[in-house]
């Protein structure tokens, strides 16, 4: 799998331009779609402390953009670029229509890339997949 988004890191490209359409989206795009309202947001489950729609999406990025440069030197970029742009998104709501800056998605975004990276460095260390 990690050879398959290496070559093909196009699709690391594409979901990176899906999220930052529907994140900049005046109100929700997703919700125009689904209810025909772009005021109502469609959840995922259920918020705790932190916004869980934020937290799954960035943690489906994280691990893309991990699984496409896991083998470059590119890495280190990567992660200050996945901790910029769960920032840098959230801080937009601040002038986008129909859209508020909310700390709970802030800490979802961050908490998201912060889990795979996590993660991905307790693999490292402990080599769980290695033969």
Same mark, same amino acid.
């Given at each position: ?8 890191? @196009? ?15 005046? &109100? ?5 779609? @689904?209810? #025909?309202?772009?005021? =109502? ?5 259920? #918020? ?8 799954? =999406? ?16 590119? +890495?280190? !970029? +990567? ?25 709970? #998605?802030?800490? &979802?975004? !961050? !908490? &998201?890339?912060?889990? @795979? ?15």
């Amino acid at each position: 799998m990690t050879n398959f988004f290496s070559k093909y890191k @196009v699709i690391f490209f594409v979901i990176n331009f899906i999220l930052i359409f529907l994140y900049l989206f005046p &109100g929700s795009f997703i919700g125009l779609l @689904v209810y #025909d309202n772009k005021q =109502i947001q469609p959840q995922i489950t259920v #918020d705790l402390i932190i916004s869980s729609n934020h937290f799954y =999406i960035f943690i489906f990025i994280s691990i893309i953009g991990l699984l496409s440069y896991s083998k470059s030197k590119q +890495l280190k !970029f +990567l992660i200050f670029y996945l901790v910029f742009l769960s920032i840098i998104l959230e801080v937009f709501h601040l002038i986008i229509p129909y859209r508020s800056f909310e700390w709970s #998605d802030l800490f &979802g975004n !961050f !908490f &998201g890339v912060i889990v @795979v990276l996590f993660i991905n460095n307790l693999i490292n260390k402990y080599g769980i997949f290695k033969k």
